[in-house]
């Protein structure tokens, strides 16, 4: 991977009334290969300074935003962001395609939990389940075809492993007031 321009946020006072906001979050990002040159491509006409005098080059403020400098990967240009999400893709997937072929697996959606309970991508894509009897229970290939481009919160368990952990409970749903006292 190589840097071929910097990223840059770059303003002065009235740009950041303008833009409705008091940071520099939302101004546009510049590409420069210096803090000089970014500041050189910075519109002063009709700029103020924080004073609401005429701004100059003096009032320009410039931060870095190195997740959006453009680089290039084997001959192909793209922000950095683009670049990282792709590593870490392909190290899911690197990962993915060492996988056991005689092992069984479960998939967790770690976003979320019942109680301490995990969600289970359930059989037949019908959502989640807490309850493994309903969860789908993937083969390697399976895996590997349906989440190669997953989500990182979906998380492959070992299905062996998952069920040394089995613990049974009374779903309060299914309790009814008649046999209470």
């Not at 924080?50 to 100059?56: L, S, T, Y």
């Not at 894509?125 to 349906?146: C, F, P, Q, W």
Request: one cysteine or more; aromatic letters at 12%; charged letters at 30%.
């Amino acid at each position: 991977m190589k840097v071929i321009k910097r990223a840059w946020k770059v303003w002065v006072h009235s740009h950041l009334e303008e833009s409705g906001y008091n940071t520099p979050d939302f101004i546009p990002h510049i590409h420069a290969n210096s803090l000089k040159e970014a500041k050189a491509q910075c519109d002063l006409y009709d700029a103020k300074n924080e004073h609401g005098d005429k701004a100059r080059y003096i009032d320009i403020k410039a931060r870095r935003s190195p997740s959006n400098d453009i680089v290039e990967h084997y001959g192909e240009q793209m922000p950095r962001y683009i670049y990282e999400d792709r590593l870490v893709k392909e190290k899911r997937n690197a990962k993915l395609q060492a996988l056991d072929e005689n092992e069984m697996y479960y998939v967790q959606d770690s976003r979320s939990y019942c109680g301490n309970s995990v969600f289970w991508w359930a059989k037949e894509s019908r959502g989640y389940t807490t309850d493994l009897n309903m969860a789908h229970k993937y083969t390697k290939d399976e895996i590997v075809k349906r989440f190669s481009n997953g989500r990182e919160t979906d998380v492959i368990w070992k299905a062996s492993h998952v069920e040394q952990h089995i613990k049974t409970h009374v779903d309060a749903q299914y309790l009814e007031r008649d046999f209470c006292v």
